[in-house]
Structures are given as structure tokens and as C-alpha cells.
């Protein structure tokens, strides 16, 4: 039992991983930190979570100290979060939406977007960790922390609640570990080819953003999923693999589209 509800936990953090607001922030880190560090820009993605898991760890720890007290608000916390979330991924989904109107070639992010500059410009990958920590303030992100604690570690006080936060941060870096990894590898690629290729990961993650936010809309208004949240959660993730799998293998091409000692690409 204890090991089914850790399963669940980490693919639950490879979803919350897959959050479109990640990606987009991901990849504006990875984009800038390319230009002076481009070995490092790789690891952004786990910067990023690592920051974020400090926050995760933090919410686990308090839901496991209240134990019974937080429960009695749980269902309410829960969601309020569940809205936040709806409108945020709404907003990704309309403002990647105007970016490939308009020929755009970087993924946009509503939290990315509010940023202080020094933070949205810097170029050095390190700055994930702060904006992996901001991001997790937000309070989409606490109630989901704060509802699977309070799910998968109730009666086991601060320790199982932490345990649970572990599994969750675990699954969450794979997913952002991987993203930084695709994002580098898309960015170093140099072939006139992308451009389009660009295109279809933007779209992906509008797709994404979408399809979790109908979701959850009829989560609220009551609709009753064929499915539990641990097989949504899989179908996900798995989604998202299968597209970063398909620009691999599109950018695997590079021998092909460019001569060697070709100039490096330009920042998109």
C-alpha cells in the first residue's frame, strides 16, 4: 500500500512537472542561460525544481504538522487552487496561441510574464533555482501539494507528509530535467527547418494547457471522470514524452541540413 501511494505520488510530480507554466519558464531560463553557458543551460530544468522543491517540502512539512486541522479545509483549499489553476492555463493556452499567430518561435508562460526583469533576462542557468522557489508560491501549486499530503500521508504527521513531498519533487524533477534537456538540444540545432520545428512544441504545450484546463473545468462543474486522477496523470506525461521523443528525432537530422563548423544558431 505504502508503495502504490508513492507510485502515484511521483507520476503525479511528473504531471505537475508537465505544468505548461514550467515548460515555459524552463525554456525562457534554458534560452538565455544557452548564450553563455550552454553546457550548464541543460541542467536548468533541474535548478528549476530544485528551487521548487523547497517550496514543496515546505507545504508537505505544515499539512503534516496540522494533520486533522488542515483537513477540515482541504476540500475548500483545494478548490480555490483548482481555479487559480484553470485560469492560468488558460491564459498560456491564449497567449502561445498569439505567439504562433504571429510567427513566434518561444513558448509563452503567464508567471513567466510577471517576472522581475533581472530574473525573466539573466543569463546564468542558476537563476531557475529563485524562479523554481517563486513559482512555487503559487497557490495553484500549494493546495496541489497540500491536498496530496494531506491524501497520501495522512496519519503519518510531518515524516510521511515529507515522504510524500519527496516523491512528488522526485517525479516533478525527471519531467523539468527532461524539458531543459529537449529545450538545449532544440536551440543548439542548426537547420533553416527550426523554425517549424519550434512551432510544433509550442503547440504542444498549448495543447497541454488546454486539455488539463477543460479537465479540470469539468472536474468542478461536476462531471465524473472514467479515469482517476494516477491514469490522467500517466497519459499526460507519457503525451509529453511522445512529443519529446518526435523532436529528437527531428532534430537528429542536423548533419544533413548543416554544414560542420556551421555558425551558432541564433537566439529565438
Not at 36 to 54: E, I, N
Not at 119 to 129: K, Q
Not at 183 to 189: A, G
Amino acid at each position: 500500500m505504502i508503495a502504490l501511494g508513492a507510485f502515484t505520488v511521483f507520476v503525479l510530480g511528473m504531471r505537475h512537472g508537465a505544468d505548461p507554466d514550467h515548460l515555459a519558464a524552463i525554456d525562457n531560463v534554458t534560452r538565455n542561460a544557452y548564450v553563455k553557458t550552454p553546457l550548464l543551460s541543460r541542467f536548468v530544468g533541474t535548478f528549476f525544481a530544485g528551487g521548487h522543491t523547497v517550496m514543496v517540502l515546505a507545504i508537505s512539512a505544515l499539512v503534516g504538522l496540522l494533520g486533522t486541522r488542515f483537513a477540515a479545509h482541504g476540500a475548500a483549499i483545494e478548490l480555490i487552487g483548482t481555479w487559480v489553476s484553470i485560469v492560468v492555463l488558460l491564459l498560456v493556452a491564449a497567449m502561445n496561441v498569439r505567439t504562433l499567430r504571429t510567427g513566434g518561435t518561444r513558448v509563452a508562460g503567464a508567471k513567466t510574464s510577471l517576472l522581475p526583469k533581472r530574473l525573466r533576462e539573466g543569463s546564468s542557468a542558476l537563476l531557475a533555482i529563485p524562479i523554481g522557489l517563486l513559482f512555487g508560491f503559487g497557490f495553484e501549486t500549494s493546495s496541489q501539494i497540500a491536498a496530496y499530503a494531506a491524501a497520501f500521508g495522512a496519519g503519518h504527521g510531518i515524516a510521511g507528509a515529507l515522504i510524500v513531498g519527496g516523491m512528488f519533487s522526485v517525479g516533478m524533477i525527471c519531467t523539468d530535467t527532461l524539458d531543459s534537456v529537449l529545450v538545449h538540444r532544440l536551440i543548439s540545432y542548426r537547420s533553416d527547418r527550426l523554425p517549424a520545428i519550434m512551432r510544433v512544441w509550442i503547440a504542444a504545450v498549448t495543447a497541454l494547457a488546454v486539455i488539463v484546463a477543460l479537465y479540470e473545468i469539468a472536474q468542478v462543474l461536476g462531471w465524473k471522470s472514467p479515469v482517476g486522477d494516477l491514469t490522467l496523470s500517466a497519459a499526460l506525461v507519457l503525451a509529453l514524452l511522445s512529443v519529446f521523443t518526435y523532436l529528437f528525432f527531428q532534430t537528429r537530422r542536423r548533419a544533413l541540413d548543416a554544414p560542420s563548423g556551421a555558425a551558432a544558431p541564433v537566439d529565438l
